[in-house]
T-cell receptor, first 116, second 111 residues
Framework: ETGVTQTPRHLVMGMTNKKSLKCEQH?????MYWYKQSAKKPLELMFV???????ENNSVPSRFSPECPNSSHLFLHLHTLQPEDSALYLC???????????????FGPGTRLTVL | SQQGEEDPQALSIQEGENATMNCSYK?????LQWYRQNSGRGLVHLIL?????REKHSGRLRVTLDTSKKSSSLLITASRAADTASYFC???????????FGRGTSLIVHP
């Protein structure tokens, strides 16, 4: 498989559930990102990892917990979410942290999350 | 606060026509990028223009950048139905190389 993959593609969960989103990049990149995309809103940057270290946390509620065990994998652990957390969650990677703005980011297809 | 803002929010044209989308931003930038997103999918990078460049071309795409007006435009010439998508500009503010995205322009090209 090539590029950036995300699983699952769709997820429906109750507010008391715990679930995880997975992202994997096969590009040899060093930086990975989580974004939240809600209808009619700008793409919201949630977390940024560079060489497995978190470098940005954009005031995201603690019910979202990221994990980056290695430079190829990124997880988003979800716990006691709210209905307003329903959105498309996008993972992206770039060659390195500077390359995200200087060159390009590569995005996965996203996970469509619905919180009931 | 949001850095980039696309205009118009929605654009509907006939196949063969040109489509122009604009992006305005607030603070000085290093680079500006345009991305496309097909419905419910991830974003795909189209083109990057650096702050010292004024115009770039890629196939049917033409991007301009006016740093004095803090604005950029994306022109798609001879549009096709397959160009139907949302288009986003992303800017990285000086001092940070992490791009910030706008709300996007939704383009519909009717066959």
């Amino acid at each position: 498989e090539t590029g950036v993959t995300q699983t699952p593609r769709h997820l429906v969960m109750g507010m008391t559930n715990k679930k995880s989103l997975k992202c994997e990049q096969h590009l040899g990149h060093n930086a990975m990102y989580w974004y939240k995309q809600s209808a009619k809103k700008p793409l919201e940057l949630m977390f940024v990892y560079s060489l497995e270290e978190r470098v940005e946390n954009n005031s995201v509620p603690s019910r979202f917990s990221p994990e980056c065990p290695n430079s190829s994998h990124l997880f988003l652990h979800l716990h006691t979410l709210q209905p307003e957390d329903s959105a498309l969650y996008l993972c992206a990677s770039s060659q390195d942290l500077l390359a995200g703005g200087r060159y390009e980011q590569f995005f996965g297809p996203g996970t469509r999350l619905t919180v009931l | 606060s949001q850095q980039g803002e696309e205009d118009p929010q929605a654009l509907s044209i006939q196949e063969g026509e040109n489509a122009t989308m604009n992006c305005s931003y607030k603070t000085s930038i290093n680079n500006l990028q345009w991305y496309r997103q097909n419905s419910g999918r991830g974003l795909v990078h189209l083109i990057l223009i650096r702050s010292n460049e004024r115009e770039k071309h890629s196939g049917r795409l033409r991007v301009t950048l006016d740093t004095s007006k803090k604005s950029s435009s994306l022109l798609i010439t001879a549009s096709r139905a397959a160009d139907t998508a949302s288009y986003f500009c992303a800017t990285d503010v000086r001092g940070s190389y992490i791009p910030t995205f706008g709300r996007g322009t939704s383009l519909i090209v009717h066959p």
